[in-house]
């Protein structure tokens, strides 16, 4: 890690922040626009996103993955 540590800690902070702004753009709207089940379906909108990108991700360990390494 080592004179890399600051800037990785940096970044992950940034990208926190990044995902709280939009969150709470994304639940404000949800909720502007359609009340309580706007803000549920914009949520459970986030919700499928992050789990179809946690499968692209194991689908791409998967593929890279030697054969008889595991």
Known sequence: CGSRRGSALSLNAAGQSLGVFAGAALGGA???LAGYPGIAAAFGLLVAVAVVAGLLV???E?????????
């Open 62 to 70: 998967d593929e890279n993955e030697m054969p008889g390494t595991a």
């Open 30 to 32: 949800g909720l502007g």
């Open 58 to 60: 194991l689908r791409s």
